[in-house]
């Protein structure tokens, strides 16, 4: 389904055919034409900006779009389930050396809420958002697990995601970035109790462990995933479009990633979604070859407008795009997007770079 | 691009110089964990508190008068030898932990800086020791200063990335000396330049690492020993460091351990609220020391803890974790005396290799035991038993006791050895203590304050140190010191803040004569009435006065007249807080500490005969046949005509040529108390008794003389009844005006099992049925407990069913529903306390619900709130069971003092028997002593026990059935325990 966009680009059918042909030539043409396909707007981050919350972070984008993340941690009681009988649990007796933590982690134990102004709660967008960033989280089980506590207790994260300015351009990936940086940031109480007891922590919040650990040493940990917008102009592939540039967008993708486990270079896909451009809203102008009005000819039936569409896409007026996004360019994006030294692994290290310095 | 921060400048980095943060994580009681941040605003206008110092002194914060607190801290500090220009002490945490008794010691320890942060962490490892360093903050001789250190920018540290708190706090110490010491130099330097005695600001620390930090840093430091030792009397003094530290030094290196280990803390509470385990309060049976017993909630009955292994380093009075043990570890509670004294003797302090959580003798002890139940029949009745998995909090306080004179190596008193010996204490459900002491000459024979340290479960016995030594066992000061210790009862004299509270005109002051004055107002003239006061003889603090009138319609008018503290002491004043501290007056044989100054409790308050006084009344119509007509409440004045003892009234009321209308009066009261105590009879009221006897002392070196029993006047019961009446008609209108609020005082339904043992008693031994459904039918069935041939049967039985009773207790309206408020032992439904506001707290707090209620005056804020009535209750519960257990124990005391080198025969009467030995109780004397078979003869004659009918059949020479209940001429003599050097009543069978 396709987000309904905040702010309605107001461009006439000729400048966004101009837009669109500059951004379909090779090399593209972007509206700041200073940045190449590959480059992100220039933004500020900063994160444990709210002292109260277990993690948090804030990016602003040079456009004035601004993102504020809170993450929370609360112990929750864990709903007693009978267990479907004894004969499973004898099989785990055994090997000692899996942690037991693995696969008992719950969906149901991240709670994640999109406040975006101008919007209710229940719009949309908001929800869309949500399920997009909450479906990315848990896509790889690694989140979930890690927050069992024991076979009664586990922790309920919330993490509020509120943007900050009114939707400028689509914010999928800013409010991605933000609760990435947020996650990597949050710190859990360190436990004190063992098994099964009523969990007890460590008074002093220095002693709270990360709630993603940090890399030690050569051995890479998992990091929360990262949502990369990617837009297909003609032959071209633009990452970080802004909104004016998503207008003309012939598709867009949402990929997820995550950093590989076994490298320290590239990353793997956790989750991928393809997003209707806006560009497939806008109400198609009507040319005057098919306008009575204008000395033209009706099409007498839809399939006939379609054809007559069809020919006239190459002749330079704007139409807006039809039809998915092609299987190669698909493939491309994600080469891209996961090569060494691709998209993903510079954002996750950009992204990780600010925590560190 | 404009960009702002959104983030607050914290410790990490310092935006602004004067402001910090610290955060933590909080674990509420709900489970939730929540993470707390606190910001904290750094001032520069916290002063040093040193004479020496001006700058301070203009920059101190001044209250509402625009006054500087005084400072504190001497300008001319003691010095030592290191430090000739005197000094300033900064102790870190653990010198106060280990050395705390040191530091209350008079004549040493003075200037002495508390850092902020270190009474932070004394609070959070020790509550009660917090308590002692907050007392001497405030004791104005020892010029103890509480330095805001975390407060004061230039002494705030933040902690650094992966620095221990302890680092952290450590370096904070070390800081504020640092600051201190450059702060007293400029300071001086202000003052005058030809000053050179600069008194040295000296950190005190065991810590080796912090003291060679300090060393690095150029911080004065010196270890708590070391200090002491350049003190004069060292020796003293360093035996009251705590020995807890210097002992897990020392047995670190052996592995051996004892006792098992205790669970973690969220592994007890997980256990509790599941309910595998519980906790309640660890109470030591004072017959057998190696029996225990915890209630616990989840049960009726309690749960027996049974040897030295169960009971795992729990000590009598703490709240313990415990688990139940297997069905076939079930026992039934012991009926054999044990004696930790008599069994252990031969323990040495000093030897820790080879010995035995439990020792051979204890292990035969408890075999016996065993093969005991075993032998019983299915109905026998063996109880649950449980075993002690960990200690939710220590109750450890001071203990009393005496050195065991056989743990002494050389009781040389010029030997100055360090030896261990072991304090027996008073208390015979306390363990043995280890002490480790170099003045073991000195300390024999003397009663000595010590406390316990710690417990490792690598030692048998829990480790502690010496306080200070009361004085000779035996002697009057000593031994009243103790008991008031033991029973925590508070004796110091009132402090100044106290006194401040009273007022002004002292002894002078007077009702005021103009009916204009403002405490007139409200205040009803009763002066006319003939009022007369009946009390013990020699009795000052005169808490009531009565009288009564006829009416023309032939009713009576009666009046109870209660003295009016509260016009006197105002909630919420240092008087006030110090009364409900203390909760209660304690009466001992030869002294009386009071719960309130003499001025008010002997003078202004005390219903005094010939002047006016203030007064609350309570005033009825009564008819003939003593049904009440109608109560009111009224503030007054009142006359009091006479003040009579209970003899004097008796006699005067019996002299029929006396026909003044006060006689009369009083003639009124007895005939209607009479028909009070009929009425409160036949609702249930129970009849019970406890022994209770007199020592007659001589007046002025209040040695005794005599012991008599207590005889029982008709004013007595006189004064009682009326005093009862008031109570409950006092109680009903305070529940009425405030349903949530009102301070009751109840007395529950014991519950049935509490009369099996009696039930069943009687059943065997006199073929006797109590009935114990109801209080009227338990009234009635203990009347029909009679036996002809011996008229104190009945008096027995009634001591011995009142100890199945439940204790009363003060309670807030709002905590318990209207049917629990009932008072089982007076049969009304609804009591409270108010006819003696000079000594009980409870009825100071009646007296001014009552006020409220009448709308004498605004109920203060603090007597509407629950929670602090409820807190104000479970204290004034604890002080008055100690205060009557003190008293008795004074009593005891005295009675022994008063048998001293006699030789005496008395009736005495069985109460208990044991397989080893029985109870003998001897009304003459009120005491209640142990005969072991042992005692019968030596060796120690076999006996058969036969549980089921309470019969000791005593074999060999001595050839002699002992019964329940049975009559036995017992001989009575005193005898020095040669261990101890204690002198103790002796009883045995004539």
Same mark, same amino acid.
């Given at each position: 389904?396709a987000p309904?966009?905040?702010?309605?680009?107001?461009?006439?059918?000729?400048?966004?055919s101009?837009?669109?042909?500059?951004?379909?030539?090779?090399?593209?043409?972007?509206?700041?034409?200073?940045?190449?396909?590959r480059?992100?707007?220039?933004m500020r981050?900063?994160?444990d900006v709210?002292?109260?919350?277990?993690?948090?972070?804030?990016?602003?984008l040079?456009?004035?779009?601004?993102?504020?993340?809170g993450?929370?941690a609360?112990?929750e009681r864990?709903p007693q389930?009978?267990?479907l009988?004894?004969?499973?649990?004898d099989?785990?007796m055994?090997d000692?050396?899996?942690?037991?933590?693995?696969?008992?982690g719950?969906?149901?134990?991240v709670e994640?809420?999109?406040e975006?102004?101008?919007?209710?709660?229940?719009?949309?967008?908001?929800?869309?958002?949500?399920?997009m960033?909450?479906?990315?989280l848990?896509?790889?089980g690694e989140?979930?697990?890690?927050?069992?506590?024991?076979?009664r207790?586990?922790?309920?994260l919330?993490?509020d995601v509120?943007?900050?300015?009114?939707?400028?351009?689509?914010?999928?990936a800013l409010l991605?970035?933000?609760t990435h940086?947020?996650l990597?940031?949050?710190?859990?109480p360190?436990?004190?109790?063992?098994k099964?007891e009523d969990p007890l922590?460590?008074?002093?919040w220095?002693? /709270?462990v990360p709630?993603y650990?940090?890399?030690?040493g050569?051995?890479?940990?998992?990091? *929360? +995933?990262? @949502?990369?917008?990617? &837009?297909?102009?003609?032959?071209?592939?633009?990452?970080?479009?802004?909104?004016?540039e998503?207008?003309?967008?012939?598709?867009?993708?949402a990929?997820?990633?995550t950093?590989t486990s076994?490298?320290?270079?590239g /990353?793997r896909?956790v989750?991928i979604r393809t997003?209707?451009p806006p560009?497939?809203l806008? *109400? +198609?102008? @009507?040319p005057?070859s &098919?306008n009575?009005?204008?000395?033209?000819?009706a099409?007498t039936?839809?399939?006939?407008?379609l054809?007559?569409?069809e020919?006239?896409?190459?002749?330079?007026?704007?139409t807006?795009?039809r039809g998915?996004?092609?299987?190669n360019l698909?493939s491309?994006?994600?080469?891209?997007v996961?090569?060494s030294g691709?998209i993903?692994?510079?954002?996750?290290?950009?992204l990780?770079?600010i925590?560190?310095? | 691009m404009?960009?702002?921060?959104?983030?607050?400048?914290n410790?990490a980095?310092?935006?602004?110089?004067?402001?910090?943060?610290?955060?933590?994580?909080?674990?509420t009681?709900?489970g939730k964990?929540q993470k707390?941040?606190?910001?904290?605003?750094?001032?520069?206008?916290?002063?040093c508190?040193?004479?020496?110092?001006r700058?301070?002194?203009?920059i101190?914060?001044t209250?509402?008068?625009?006054?500087?607190?005084?400072?504190?801290?001497?300008?001319?500090?003691?010095?030592?030898?290191?430090?000739?220009?005197?000094?300033y002490?900064?102790?870190?945490?653990?010198?106060?932990l280990?050395g705390?008794?040191l530091f209350?010691?008079?004549t040493?320890?003075h200037d002495v800086?508390?850092?902020q942060?270190?009474?932070?962490?004394?609070?959070?490892?020790?509550?009660?020791?917090?308590?002692?360093?907050?007392?001497l903050?405030?004791?104005?001789g020892?010029?103890?200063?509480?330095?805001?250190n975390e407060f004061?920018?230039?002494?705030h540290v933040p902690r650094?990335?992966?620095?221990?708190?302890?680092?952290?706090?450590d370096r904070?110490v070390?800081?504020a000396v640092?600051?201190?010491?450059?702060?007293i130099?400029?300071?001086i330097?202000?003052r005058s330049?030809?000053?050179?005695?600069?008194?040295t600001?000296?950190?005190?620390?065991?810590?080796r690492d912090n003291l060679?930090?300090?060393?690095?840093?150029?911080?004065p430091a010196?270890?708590?020993?070391?200090?002491?030792?350049g003190l004069e009397?060292?020796?003293?003094l360093?035996?009251?460091?705590?020995?807890?530290?210097e002992?897990?030094?020392v047995?670190?290196?052996?592995t051996?351990?004892?006792?098992?280990?205790?669970?973690?803390?969220?592994k007890?509470?997980?256990g509790?609220?599941?309910g595998?385990?519980?906790?309640?309060?660890?109470n030591v049976?004072t017959?057998?020391y190696?029996?225990?017993?915890?209630?616990?909630?989840?049960?009726?009955?309690?749960?027996?803890?049974?040897?030295?292994?169960?009971?795992?380093?729990?000590?009598?009075g703490?709240?313990v974790?415990?688990e139940?043990?297997?069905r076939?570890?079930?026992?039934?509670?012991?009926t054999?005396?044990?004696e930790?004294?008599?069994?252990?003797k031969?323990?040495?302090?000093?030897?820790?290799?080879?010995e035995?959580v439990?020792?051979?003798k204890?292990r035969?002890a408890l075999?016996?035991e065993?093969k005991r139940?075993?032998?019983?029949?299915?109905?026998?009745k063996?109880?649950?038993?449980a075993?002690?998995?960990?200690i939710?909090?220590?109750?450890?306080?001071?203990?009393?006791?005496?050195?065991?004179r056989?743990?002494?190596?050389?009781?040389?008193?010029t030997s100055?050895q360090?030896q261990?010996v072991?304090?027996?204490?008073?208390?015979?459900?306390?363990?043995?203590?280890r002490?480790r002491?170099r003045q073991?000459?000195?300390?024999?024979?003397q009663r000595i304050?010590?406390?316990?340290d710690?417990?490792?479960k690598?030692s048998?016995?829990?480790v502690?140190h010496?306080?200070?030594?009361l004085?000779?066992?035996?002697?009057?000061?000593?031994?009243?010191?103790?008991l008031?210790?033991?029973y925590d009862?508070?004796y110091?004299p009132?402090?100044?803040?106290?006194?401040?509270?009273?007022?002004?005109e002292?002894?002078d002051?007077?009702v005021?004569?103009?009916?204009?004055?403002p405490?007139w107002?409200?205040?009803r003239?009763l002066?006319d009435l003939?009022?007369?006061?009946?009390?013990p003889?020699g009795?000052?603090d005169?808490?009531?006065?009565?009288h009564?009138?006829?009416l023309?319609n032939?009713?009576f008018a009666?009046?109870?007249?209660i003295?009016?503290?509260?016009?006197?002491v105002?909630?919420?004043?240092a008087?006030?807080?110090?009364?409900?501290?203390?909760g209660?007056?304690?009466?001992?044989?030869d002294k009386?500490?009071?719960m309130?100054p003499?001025l008010?409790?002997?003078?202004?308050?005390s219903?005094k005969?010939?002047?006016?006084?203030?007064a609350?009344?309570v005033l009825?119509?009564i008819t003939p046949?003593a049904d009440?007509?109608?109560?009111?409440?009224?503030?007054?004045v009142?006359?009091?005509?006479e003040?009579?003892s209970?003899?004097?009234?008796?006699i005067r009321?019996d002299?029929?040529?006396?026909q003044d209308?006060?006689?009369?009066?009083?003639?009124?009261?007895?005939?209607?108390?009479k028909?009070?105590?009929?009425?409160?009879?036949?609702?249930g009221?129970?009849?019970?008794?406890?022994p209770?006897?007199?020592?007659?002392t001589e007046s002025?070196?209040?040695?005794?003389v005599?012991v008599?029993t207590?005889?029982?006047?008709?004013?007595?019961?006189?004064?009682?009844?009326?005093m009862?009446?008031?109570?409950i008609?006092v109680?009903a209108r305070?529940y009425?005006?405030f349903?949530q609020?009102?301070?009751?005082?109840?007395?529950a339904?014991p519950p049935k099992?509490?009369f099996?043992?009696?039930?069943n008693?009687?059943?065997?031994?006199?073929?006797?049925?109590?009935?114990?459904?109801s209080?009227?039918?338990l009234a009635?069935?203990?009347d029909?407990?009679v036996d002809?041939g011996?008229?104190?049967?009945?008096?027995l039985?009634r001591?011995?069913?009142?100890?199945?009773?439940?204790?009363?207790e003060?309670?807030?309206a709002?905590?318990?529903?209207?049917?629990?408020?009932t008072?089982y032992?007076?049969a009304?439904?609804?009591?409270?306390?108010f006819?003696?506001p000079?000594?009980r707290y409870?009825d100071l707090?009646?007296?001014r619900?009552?006020a409220a209620a009448?709308?004498?005056?605004?109920?203060?804020?603090?007597?509407?709130?629950?929670?602090k009535?409820?807190?104000v209750?479970?204290?004034?519960n604890v002080?008055?069971?100690?205060?009557q257990?003190?008293?008795?124990?004074s009593?005891?005391?005295y009675v022994?003092?008063a048998?001293?080198?006699?030789?005496?025969q008395e009736d005495?009467?069985i109460?208990?028997?044991f397989?080893?030995?029985?109870?003998v109780?001897?009304?003459?004397?009120?005491?209640e002593?142990?005969i072991r078979l042992r005692d019968?003869a030596?060796?120690e004659?076999?006996a058969d026990f036969?549980?089921?009918?309470?019969?000791l059949?005593?074999?060999?020479d001595?050839?002699r059935r002992?019964?329940l209940?049975e009559?036995v001429?017992?001989?009575?003599t005193?005898e020095?325990?040669?261990?101890?050097?204690?002198r103790?009543?002796?009883l045995t069978?004539?």
């Amino acid at each position: 389904m396709a987000p309904q966009q905040a702010a309605l680009v107001n461009l006439s059918p000729a400048e966004l055919s101009f837009l669109r042909s500059s951004l379909a030539q090779t090399p593209p043409i972007r509206l700041d034409v200073t940045k190449g396909p590959r480059d992100f707007r220039s933004m500020r981050a900063e994160y444990d900006v709210l002292p109260g919350a277990n993690g948090s972070a804030r990016i602003a984008l040079e456009d004035g779009t601004e993102a504020l993340v809170g993450v929370k941690a609360e112990v929750e009681r864990s709903p007693q389930r009978p267990s479907l009988g004894a004969h499973g649990e004898d099989v785990d007796m055994g090997d000692e050396d899996v942690d037991e933590s693995t696969g008992k982690g719950q969906n149901g134990w991240v709670e994640m809420s999109v406040e975006v102004p101008g919007f209710r709660e229940d719009d949309s967008l908001p929800v869309f958002l949500a399920s997009m960033l909450k479906e990315s989280l848990l896509a790889s089980g690694e989140l979930k697990d890690r927050l069992y506590i024991n076979a009664r207790f586990h922790w309920k994260l919330y993490v509020d995601v509120l943007l900050l300015s009114p939707a400028l351009s689509y914010p999928l990936a800013l409010l991605s970035m933000t609760t990435h940086l947020a996650l990597l940031t949050t710190d859990l109480p360190a436990l004190k109790s063992e098994k099964d007891e009523d969990p007890l922590f460590d008074d002093d919040w220095d002693a /709270a462990v990360p709630l993603y650990p940090k890399t030690a040493g050569k051995t890479t940990t998992d990091k *929360p +995933p990262v @949502i990369i917008l990617a &837009m297909a102009v003609g032959p071209n592939i633009i990452f970080d479009p802004c909104k004016e540039e998503l207008a003309v967008a012939d598709a867009v993708l949402a990929v997820a990633c995550t950093n590989t486990s076994s490298s320290s270079t590239g /990353a793997r896909i956790v989750s991928i979604r393809t997003i209707d451009p806006p560009s497939h809203l806008t *109400p +198609p102008g @009507i040319p005057n070859s &098919m306008n009575s009005a204008t000395g033209g000819t009706a099409p007498t039936s839809s399939a006939d407008a379609l054809t007559q569409r069809e020919l006239l896409a190459s002749s330079g007026v704007w139409t807006p795009p039809r039809g998915g996004m092609k299987r190669n360019l698909i493939s491309q994006v994600t080469k891209m997007v996961v090569e060494s030294g691709g998209i993903a692994e510079e954002v996750i290290s950009a992204l990780a770079a600010i925590e560190v310095g | 691009m404009e960009y702002f921060s959104l983030k607050r400048s914290n410790a990490a980095d310092r935006g602004q110089a004067n402001l910090s943060s610290k955060i933590y994580v909080r674990s509420t009681k709900s489970g939730k964990v929540q993470k707390i941040v606190r910001e904290l605003y750094l001032r520069q206008d916290i002063p040093c508190s040193s004479n020496l110092c001006r700058a301070c002194l203009d920059i101190a914060p001044t209250d509402y008068s625009k006054k500087v607190a005084p400072f504190v801290l001497s300008d001319t500090p003691a010095g030592s030898k290191d430090y000739p220009n005197g000094q300033y002490l900064v102790p870190d945490t653990n010198a106060f932990l280990t050395g705390m008794d040191l530091f209350e010691v008079e004549t040493a320890f003075h200037d002495v800086i508390v850092l902020q942060t270190v009474l932070e962490e004394v609070k959070n490892r020790s509550l009660p020791l917090y308590h002692r360093l907050i007392a001497l903050t405030k004791n104005e001789g020892k010029r103890f200063y509480v330095f805001f250190n975390e407060f004061r920018q230039e002494t705030h540290v933040p902690r650094d990335a992966g620095e221990t708190i302890n680092d952290r706090n450590d370096r904070a110490v070390r800081k504020a000396v640092e600051w201190y010491n450059h702060h007293i130099t400029e300071a001086i330097a202000a003052r005058s330049k030809k000053q050179k005695r600069i008194p040295t600001v000296i950190m005190i620390t065991d810590d080796r690492d912090n003291l060679r930090k300090a060393e690095k840093e150029k911080v004065p430091a010196v270890t708590l020993t070391g200090y002491v030792n350049g003190l004069e009397n060292a020796d003293e003094l360093l035996d009251m460091m705590s020995s807890a530290q210097e002992q897990r030094e020392v047995r670190s290196k052996k592995t051996e351990v004892f006792y098992p280990d205790h669970y973690s803390i969220s592994k007890m509470m997980t256990g509790v609220k599941a309910g595998t385990m519980h906790q309640g309060i660890f109470n030591v049976s004072t017959y057998n020391y190696l029996e225990g017993s915890v209630h616990v909630p989840a049960f009726d009955k309690s749960l027996l803890i049974l040897g030295r292994e169960n009971s795992n380093r729990a000590v009598s009075g703490d709240v313990v974790v415990l688990e139940v043990l297997p069905r076939d570890q079930w026992k039934a509670p012991s009926t054999k005396i044990l004696e930790e004294e008599t069994l252990n003797k031969n323990d040495n302090a000093e030897a820790e290799d080879g010995e035995n959580v439990i020792s051979e003798k204890e292990r035969k002890a408890l075999q016996e035991e065993v093969k005991r139940v075993h032998g019983q029949t299915a109905e026998g009745k063996p109880q649950p038993t449980a075993r002690i998995v960990g200690i939710a909090k220590r109750n450890w306080r001071q203990y009393v006791g005496h050195i065991d004179r056989d743990s002494v190596r050389s009781s040389s008193k010029t030997s100055r050895q360090q030896q261990t010996v072991f304090l027996v204490p008073m208390d015979k459900r306390i363990p043995k203590i280890r002490i480790r002491t170099r003045q073991a000459g000195e300390l024999l024979g003397q009663r000595i304050l010590a406390t316990i340290d710690s417990w490792d479960k690598d030692s048998r016995y829990p480790v502690g140190h010496f306080v200070r030594s009361l004085g000779e066992l035996e002697s009057k000061g000593a031994e009243t010191e103790a008991l008031l210790l033991e029973y925590d009862v508070q004796y110091k004299p009132f402090p100044k803040t106290v006194l401040d509270c009273l007022p002004a005109e002292g002894h002078d002051w007077i009702v005021p004569a103009s009916l204009e004055n403002p405490g007139w107002k409200g205040r009803r003239d009763l002066r006319d009435l003939l009022v007369c006061s009946i009390d013990p003889v020699g009795c000052v603090d005169i808490d009531d006065a009565l009288h009564a009138q006829k009416l023309p319609n032939g009713n009576f008018a009666v009046g109870v007249h209660i003295a009016d503290v509260s016009h006197f002491v105002k909630p919420n004043n240092a008087m006030d807080k110090e009364a409900s501290q203390r909760g209660t007056t304690v009466y001992l044989v030869d002294k009386r500490i009071d719960m309130l100054p003499m001025l008010l409790g002997t003078d202004l308050c005390s219903l005094k005969p010939y002047v006016e006084r203030y007064a609350f009344s309570v005033l009825w119509e009564i008819t003939p046949d003593a049904d009440i007509v109608s109560s009111e409440f009224t503030k007054s004045v009142i006359r009091s005509r006479e003040a009579f003892s209970y003899e004097q009234a008796q006699i005067r009321i019996d002299d029929k040529s006396q026909q003044d209308d006060l006689t009369n009066g009083m003639r009124t009261l007895l005939m209607l108390s009479k028909k009070l105590k009929q009425k409160r009879m036949d609702a249930g009221a129970l009849n019970l008794a406890s022994p209770e006897v007199k020592v007659q002392t001589e007046s002025e070196t209040s040695d005794p003389v005599d012991v008599q029993t207590k005889k029982l006047l008709d004013t007595n019961s006189l004064v009682e009844e009326f005093m009862l009446l008031a109570n409950i008609s006092v109680a009903a209108r305070n529940y009425e005006a405030f349903p949530q609020t009102a301070l009751l005082r109840r007395h529950a339904a014991p519950p049935k099992t509490n009369f099996e043992e009696l039930t069943n008693q009687l059943k065997i031994k006199r073929n006797l049925e109590l009935k114990t459904d109801s209080s009227k039918a338990l009234a009635d069935s203990l009347d029909t407990c009679v036996d002809s041939g011996n008229p104190f049967f009945n008096t027995l039985v009634r001591i011995m069913a009142t100890r199945c009773m439940m204790s009363a207790e003060y309670f807030c309206a709002g905590t318990q529903a209207y049917p629990e408020f009932t008072h089982y032992g007076l049969a009304s439904e609804i009591y409270t306390h108010f006819t003696s506001p000079i000594r009980r707290y409870a009825d100071l707090e009646a007296h001014r619900q009552l006020a409220a209620a009448i709308e004498y005056e605004q109920l203060d804020p603090s007597l509407q709130s629950k929670a602090k009535l409820e807190a104000v209750c479970k204290n004034i519960n604890v002080r008055h069971r100690n205060a009557q257990n003190a008293g008795r124990a004074s009593i005891e005391y005295y009675v022994g003092q008063a048998l001293k080198g006699k030789d005496i025969q008395e009736d005495g009467f069985i109460m208990k028997i044991f397989s080893n030995g029985f109870v003998v109780f001897v009304p003459r004397f009120g005491i209640e002593s142990l005969i072991r078979l042992r005692d019968l003869a030596t060796p120690e004659p076999e006996a058969d026990f036969d549980p089921e009918n309470y019969i000791l059949n005593v074999k060999g020479d001595v050839k002699r059935r002992v019964e329940l209940f049975e009559k036995v001429q017992v001989r009575i003599t005193d005898e020095v325990e040669v261990s101890t050097g204690k002198r103790k009543v002796r009883l045995t069978l004539v």
